[in-house]
């Protein structure tokens, strides 16, 4: 049979396949031929990267699982909480931010305070200078307020809310001579009536001595007096090994460790854990993570110690505080999942920073969320 043209027809060659080149060829030769430093410097950045990468990760995860759940009807107010007050309370001067508090404004404080769970008013008194001394003339008006408040809320106290910038040019608390004067301080504002002193000095770095040391003989002071002394701690390490990556982002310390926090804390009457000013940017975040530190914080507190959590009661939006996830109502699911189901028997409470920034959705939140959520 002769052949038709199809099938005398040579199959042609088959087309040769581009050869694939190797997409890291070319990034791996250029940083072999990086100098020895900058390659131990890119592969110190990769690492670092990985890292903060993966404890990010590791940190949504467990915030996620943390915030998750309903809040306990069990965990509400015992009557143990505080609020913040500005320096107007006390004393005003032209230029001053806001305006020199009248008999109206005190009437409409205690209004709101007898009709919740506050106990405490820490009033911003002094700050102390930045040599450690107090000037009582920064507060002509802390008597009225002070007689003002025992007189209207029976059972209310007031505290002086005292402290200053820590390090650099500012207030020194390794300088013995400073600690000095501030301890004097405390014993200058408890004669003047207040029920105790509460302190606030910021940053103040895990394991600072001088820090221990002032807290220790302010207490001395306090005691002698009759008197509280609080303190605000900034918060608490979540899990082991993230104090110093978070060190590193914040730019400043960030956390304490639960055993830094525990050596202060038995110097004290009182702690206020100030669980704002997270940088975190999602409610569901924020909420998790206060629910984590309201029970490292319970760890690390002796229960002979009232333990309160701060917070947040005002809208400043920068890096540090996104104000549509640093909500009240976030704040106080946290704390409630925190304590769970069956709160520990020990003195506990939330304190709300700050009363000129306050507006009536956080004071409705605070009551129908924490005051009243049992009934």
């Given at each position: 049979m002769v052949e038709s043209a199809v099938e005398r027809a040579v199959e042609p060659d088959?087309?040769?396949?581009?050869?694939?080149?190797?997409?890291?060829?070319?990034?791996v030769a250029w940083y072999r031929r990086l100098p020895r430093w900058s390659r131990r410097t890119l592969a110190a950045l990769v690492a670092l990267c990985t890292l903060l990468g993966t404890l990010v990760g590791v940190t949504g995860a467990a915030l996620f699982v943390e915030g998750a759940g309903t809040p306990p009807a069990a965990a509400h107010s015992t009557g143990d909480d505080a609020l913040w007050l500005g320096h107007a309370w006390?004393?005003?001067?032209?230029?001053?931010?806001?305006?020199?508090?009248?008999?109206?404004?005190?009437?409409?404080?205690?209004?709101?305070?007898?009709?919740?769970?506050?106990?405490?008013?820490?009033?911003?008194?002094?700050?102390?200078?930045?040599d450690g001394s107090l000037n009582p003339a920064r507060s002509p008006k802390a008597e009225w307020f002070i007689d003002a408040v025992h007189r209207e809320l029976p059972g209310v106290r007031v505290?002086?809310?005292?402290?200053?910038?820590?390090?650099?040019?500012?207030?020194?608390?390794?300088?013995?001579?400073?600690?000095?004067?501030?301890?004097?301080?405390?014993?200058?504002?408890?004669?003047?009536?207040f029920d105790g002193v509460h302190f606030d000095f910021e940053p103040v770095a895990d394991g600072d001595s001088g820090f221990l040391d002032v807290v220790g003989a302010a207490h001395a002071v306090t005691a002698s007096h009759h008197a509280l002394l609080s303190v605000s701690v900034p918060q608490v390490e979540p899990m082991t090994g993230f104090r110093l990556p978070g060190d590193l982002l914040a730019g400043h310390p960030k956390w304490w460790s639960q055993d830094y926090l525990r050596r202060v804390a038995v110097d004290c009457d009182q702690v206020a854990v100030m669980a704002y000013d997270t940088s975190l940017p999602t409610a569901w975040a924020y909420r998790g993570y206060?629910?984590?530190?309201?029970?490292?914080?319970?760890?690390?507190?002796?229960s002979n110690v009232q333990l309160l959590m701060g917070v947040p009661a005002f809208h400043t939006h920068d890096p540090g505080h996104w104000v549509d996830?640093?909500?009240?109502?976030?704040?106080l699911d946290g704390i409630r999942l925190?304590?769970?189901?069956?709160?520990?028997?020990?003195p506990f409470g939330v304190a709300l920073y700050v009363d000129f920034a306050a507006t009536p959705a956080d004071w409705s939140a605070y009551r129908s969320d924490w005051l009243?959520?049992?009934h």
């Amino acid at each position: 049979m002769v052949e038709s043209a199809v099938e005398r027809a040579v199959e042609p060659d088959p087309i040769p396949e581009p050869r694939r080149r190797d997409p890291l060829k070319r990034p791996v030769a250029w940083y072999r031929r990086l100098p020895r430093w900058s390659r131990r410097t890119l592969a110190a950045l990769v690492a670092l990267c990985t890292l903060l990468g993966t404890l990010v990760g590791v940190t949504g995860a467990a915030l996620f699982v943390e915030g998750a759940g309903t809040p306990p009807a069990a965990a509400h107010s015992t009557g143990d909480d505080a609020l913040w007050l500005g320096h107007a309370w006390v004393g005003w001067q032209p230029g001053s931010a806001g305006a020199p508090k009248t008999d109206a404004d005190l009437q409409a404080l205690v209004d709101q305070v007898r009709s919740s769970g506050i106990k405490d008013l820490f009033v911003h008194d002094g700050p102390f200078e930045m040599d450690g001394s107090l000037n009582p003339a920064r507060s002509p008006k802390a008597e009225w307020f002070i007689d003002a408040v025992h007189r209207e809320l029976p059972g209310v106290r007031v505290q002086a809310w005292l402290g200053q910038v820590v390090g650099g040019t500012s207030l020194h608390l390794d300088d013995a001579a400073t600690r000095g004067r501030i301890v004097a301080g405390v014993g200058a504002a408890l004669d003047r009536g207040f029920d105790g002193v509460h302190f606030d000095f910021e940053p103040v770095a895990d394991g600072d001595s001088g820090f221990l040391d002032v807290v220790g003989a302010a207490h001395a002071v306090t005691a002698s007096h009759h008197a509280l002394l609080s303190v605000s701690v900034p918060q608490v390490e979540p899990m082991t090994g993230f104090r110093l990556p978070g060190d590193l982002l914040a730019g400043h310390p960030k956390w304490w460790s639960q055993d830094y926090l525990r050596r202060v804390a038995v110097d004290c009457d009182q702690v206020a854990v100030m669980a704002y000013d997270t940088s975190l940017p999602t409610a569901w975040a924020y909420r998790g993570y206060v629910a984590r530190q309201t029970q490292v914080a319970l760890s690390a507190v002796p229960s002979n110690v009232q333990l309160l959590m701060g917070v947040p009661a005002f809208h400043t939006h920068d890096p540090g505080h996104w104000v549509d996830a640093e909500t009240m109502p976030a704040a106080l699911d946290g704390i409630r999942l925190g304590l769970g189901a069956h709160p520990p028997a020990r003195p506990f409470g939330v304190a709300l920073y700050v009363d000129f920034a306050a507006t009536p959705a956080d004071w409705s939140a605070y009551r129908s969320d924490w005051l009243t959520t049992a009934h």
